[in-house]
């Protein structure tokens, strides 16, 4: 059974930093990849950014793009998301999720296990 845990989320200032933290469990993923998602209150889940765990390749959001970095530790099986220079607008649940695939999507619908979500709340 695949088990996802996220950790690392937070309250910060605007312009602040975190880094998530996704330790996967249950199967052998170097073949396929891993993505970051959030979802705020009253919006859809959007994904955040992706990584092909066997190549590094990476994909992120527009909204994102020069101000995180998604990477992973093939030794502990964990995926992170460093997130700097966080707005209020980052304020969401982030989910960190599997596919099966090993494109690197953004597709909610392309991700087969999802972990429970951490919390990031960034103040103005």
């Known amino acids: 059974q695949v088990q996802l845990v996220e950790s690392g989320g937070g309250l910060v200032q605007a312009g602040g930093s975190l880094r998530l933290s996704c330790a996967a469990s249950?199967?052998?993923?170097?073949?396929?990849?891993m993505g970051w998602f959030r979802q705020a209150p009253g919006k859809e889940r959007e994904f955040v950014a992706a990584?092909?765990?066997?190549?590094?390749?990476?994909n992120y959001a527009d909204s994102v793009k020069g101000r995180s970095t998604i990477s992973r530790d093939n030794a502990k099986n964990t995926v992170y998301l460093q997130m700097n220079s966080l707005k209020p607008e980052d304020t969401a649940i982030y989910y960190c999720?599997?596919?099966?695939?090993?494109?690197?999507?953004?597709?909610?619908?392309?991700?087969?296990?999802w972990g429970q979500g951490t919390q990031v709340t960034v103040s103005s």
């Open positions: 990584i092909r765990w066997n190549s590094g390749s990476t």
């Open positions: 999720a599997a596919s099966n695939s090993p494109y690197v999507l953004s597709a909610v619908r392309a991700y087969d296990y």
């Open positions: 249950g199967r052998t993923f170097s073949s396929y990849a």
